[in-house]
């Protein structure tokens, strides 16, 4: 009963969180600054068109009632109209979610042996040449800002490497070979900075692993150092691991933002910085939105398997 | 006559290399990126041989060479001076922001986890939702929302910083402020009648100065990335300043023809990050705590 009690009690505190998320958003963007038609229409703005645009908004309502008819939009789905080409939010969101959950799944693929294949080897050559050589590599990359590591990269397997293209424009039309193509260097530059972060943490937690009691006595029984790293230690190390990946997904969120902005990848990174430069708002709050319930959802689900796997909390 | 009196009191040198030699080697040599850093950063504009918005320094995308060891950019600005004049911007904005950030989030985590009750579990839930938007989407939509007239202000970027910070290091010093809370000299503290300001700063503070000390360098190392790609997405600093991230972005252009003139303020602005991780590192060893580099 225990669990079910804290795994509710848990959700419920999500609930909440994205309530206050879309009141941040929405009284930063819409109620704090001033009017919104006058920075809409910037310096072109005359009484006749600000008193015109207002109304079209909605803005002549009071903020409570339109944030609150906004939240019921958001809730039943409708994100309204986008400013700036006045089509529906959610059918420009929708191709570019989809866009980006796949270059997402990619970058993952590439982030699984990019971060165990270091781990592993840095644990079973603890505090050798090679050990040290991954710690070294880890902490420059860790302090390379993504968007110069996707310049780099850029760099080397575009200008010195022709290999792939610089630019990762895809559309509907094209094929999933020039999809993959595409999304190949901007996956590549996510999956790095997500690996840097997870091989430090999980070489930590294999290393701690093998010092305890169990790994000895499974040494001791004259099993294999790799059976003993990869059978005993590895799946004890992976639980810490576990909330490292919620991070890594909630970096991947902001991380796009950057990343797909680099290679012009059309994703959901992408159409926020380009709908924050059009100051097209009901864009801009979708998109925000939409990384901060993926942001709460990815920690709910850490937060909830770690309760899960807690053995003193299963028996109870 | 005593042993002690023969012998001569040891300068202060003496007493600090021997210190110098117990501190971790990442410790050392990340000090030493960081002062090399702080010294171009303060006598740099001295001595950069062009000014920062300087044309015609040279043939406009010329690569490296010994008079411009950065190459030249397509106004003909010799990138080297940039990269030496920008140095002391990027680091006070840093600094400046996270101490500011470290400010405001110490002094609400601490009393918010002190005081306890409705206010920590409202200011709690308010934080938590600021953390869940991710941080560079959050540092956008507060200069999105800061308007037009104050977009590229450095004071906005150092606010945004704070702004982006101050929720994280809040939720840190809380943790402390709730474990230190129960100890008997708070308790003490609280019957004398003392107000919970003044028990944050006599009793909590004091006891949470590591933790603290840590932290910051922990964001500060991140802070320039922040500030970087702000200005590399357009949302920071406005040309023609030589803020290191705008000027990748400004010369990703021509990094088919120079690939230096991108890659000069890149390794200024890795190696900036490198020398303030490898100190937090450093600096946690000595304090007795563990940190995770690259939490954001």
Known sequence: ?????????????????????????????????????????????????????????????????????????????????????????????????????LLSVYAFLIYLPL????????????????????????????????????????????????LLPAISLVDASSSAWEYLRAMTLPALTLAIVMAVYAVRMLRDNLIEVLDSDYIRMAELKGLSRRRVLLRHALPNALVPTLNVTALNLAYLVGGVVV?????????????????????????VEATVMIAAFVYVVANLIADVAAILLNPRLRNG | MSIETLTAPPSRWNGLLPLWRQTPLS???????????????????????????????????????????????????????????????VILLSLSGTLLGLIIGAVLGLLSGYVGGWFDEILQRFLEALISIPFLVLALIAIAAAGPELSGNPVLIVLVV????????????????????????????????????????????????????????LRAGYAPVLIGSLGFLGFGLRPPTPEWGLMISENRALIMITPITVLGPGLALASLVVGLNLFTEGLARILGRTVKLGVQ
């Open chain 1, 1 to 101: 009963m225990t669990i079910l009690k804290l795994v509710i009690r848990r959700s419920l505190m999500s609930v909440v969180t994205l309530l206050l998320v879309s009141l941040i958003i929405f009284s930063m963007l819409e109620v704090l600054p001033g009017d919104v038609a006058s920075r809409i229409l910037g310096r072109d703005a005359t009484p006749e068109t600000l008193e015109q645009l207002r109304t079209e908004l909605g803005l002549d309502r009071p903020a409570p009632v339109r944030y609150l008819s906004w939240l019921g939009g958001l809730v039943t789905g409708d994100l309204g109209n986008s400013l700036a080409s006045s089509r529906p939010v959610s059918e420009i969101l929708a191709p570019r979610i989809l866009n980006t959950v």
């Open chain 1, 115 to 162: 971060t165990f294949i270091p781990a592993l080897l840095q644990a079973l050559h603890r505090d050798r040449a090679t050990d040290h050589a991954f710690s070294v590599v880890t902490l420059v990359l860790l302090s390379v800002p993504d968007f110069l590591l996707a310049t780099i990269l850029l760099l080397t397997f575009v200008v010195m490497l022709p």
């Open chain 1, 259 to 283: 990343v797909e902005k680099v290679f012009s990848y059309p994703g959901f990174g992408s159409l926020l910085v380009d709908s924050l430069q059009l100051r097209d708002l009901p864009v």
């Open chain 2, 27 to 89: 410790f050392r040599i990340g000090l030493i990126i960081l002062l090399i850093h702080f010294v171009i950063a303060a006598t740099g504009p001295f001595w950069a041989p062009y000014g920062y918005s300087q044309m015609g320094t040279g043939r406009p995308l010329s690569g490296m060479s010994w008079a411009h060891p950065f190459g030249v950019d397509q106004l003909g600005r010799d990138i080297f001076s940039r990269v030496v004049h920008g140095a002391h911007i």
């Open chain 2, 162 to 217: 704070a702004l982006v910070y101050a929720p994280r290091i809040a939720r840190m010093a809380r943790t402390v402020a709730v474990d230190i809370a129960t100890r008997d000299y708070v308790t003490v503290a609280r019957l004398r009648g003392e107000s919970a300001w003044s028990v944050m700063r006599r009793e909590l503070l004091p006891n949470a100065t590591s933790v603290l000390l840590v932290e910051f360098a």
